[in-house]
C-alpha cells in the first residue's frame, strides 16, 4: 500500500484545512487508518483513526470537536478535516494504514505517507 498525504498548509489560527491520504496498491476496505502529528523537537503524536469498514473513529483528546477524520470509499482516501485551528496544532502530520489493527499507537501502524506541513500562525 502506497499512501500520499496532501492538503497542508499555511492557515491563520481560527481557520480550516483538509488534509488527504490517498491509498493506492490497495484498496482501504478493513483498514485502520491514523493520523498523526510530529513538531519540530517533539514525539510522534496520534491526531485521529477511523476503523475504514466499520467506520469507528477515535480522537486524540487536544483534537476533539475540532477535527473530523472521514473516509470516501470510492476514492480510497481519508480525510481529516481540520477547524478551529490553533498555533499549537502546527506540526507535519502524517497518515498511516494497517490492515490488522486500528491504534492510537503509531508503531502498529505497518504503512506511512509522507508528511504534509501545517503551519498555524497567531
Known amino acids: 500500500v502506497q499512501l500520499q498525504a496532501s492538503g497542508g498548509g499555511l492557515v491563520q489560527a481560527g481557520g480550516s484545512l483538509r488534509l488527504s491520504c490517498a491509498a493506492s496498491?490497495?484498496?482501504?476496505?478493513?483498514?485502520?487508518v491514523g493520523w498523526f502529528r510530529q513538531a519540530p523537537g517533539k514525539e510522534r503524536q496520534f491526531v485521529a483513526a477511523v476503523s475504514y469498514s466499520g467506520g469507528s473513529t477515535y480522537y486524540a483528546d487536544s483534537v476533539k470537536g475540532r477535527f473530523t477524520i472521514s473516509g470516501d470509499n470510492a476514492k480510497n482516501t481519508v480525510y481529516l478535516q481540520m477547524n478551529s485551528l490553533k498555533p499549537e496544532d502546527t506540526a507535519v502530520y502524517y497518515c498511516?494504514?494497517?490492515?490488522?489493527?486500528?491504534?492510537?499507537?503509531?508503531?502498529?501502524?505497518?504503512?506511512w505517507g509522507q508528511g504534509t506541513q501545517v503551519t498555524v500562525s497567531s
Open positions: 496498491g490497495r484498496t482501504f476496505s478493513s483498514f485502520g
Open positions: 498511516a494504514a494497517d490492515p490488522t489493527t486500528i491504534s492510537r499507537s503509531a508503531p502498529r501502524y505497518n504503512y
